[in-house]
């Protein structure tokens, strides 16, 4: 069974940092791009960032220079360093995985909760 464990979430204060990590079981971890979307309250969910097998990365304009996504291959894992933390980032943040043929994302976390306070 394929499954996306996110874990990581919280309440920082405005300037912070916060790591959220997702554990990737029942795939071959190599054929899929990893990626992180969010979605804040009365909002729809957005693009963050993704992650392919061989290092490439892309991220949503928003959130470039602040936030760092990274794969973890011996532990499936992919990770979301989040710096300069800003109150607009509060969100539900979820992982995502599509095969490396796919233009969607298909596979989701539950999602984890971020808050920053100002």
């Known amino acids: 069974q394929v499954q996306l464990a996110e874990a990581g979430g919280g309440l920082v204060q405005a300037g912070g940092s916060l790591t959220l990590a997702c554990a990737a079981s029942?795939?071959?971890?190599?054929?899929?791009?990893m990626g992180w979307f969010r979605q804040a309250p009365g909002k729809e969910r957005e693009f963050v960032a993704q992650?392919?097998?061989?290092?490439?990365?892309n991220y949503a304009d928003s959130v470039k220079g602040r936030l760092t996504i990274s794969r973890d291959t011996a532990k499936n894992t992919v990770l979301l360093q989040m710096n300069s933390l800003k109150p607009e980032d509060t969100a539900v943040y979820y992982c995502?995985?599509?095969?490396?043929?796919?233009?969607?994302?298909?596979?989701w976390g539950q999602g984890t909760q971020v808050i920053v306070s100002s």
């Open positions: 995502a995985a599509r095969l490396r043929i796919r233009s969607q994302f298909h596979i």
């Open positions: 992650a392919w097998g061989d290092g490439r990365t």
């Open positions: 029942g795939l071959t971890f190599s054929n899929y791009v």
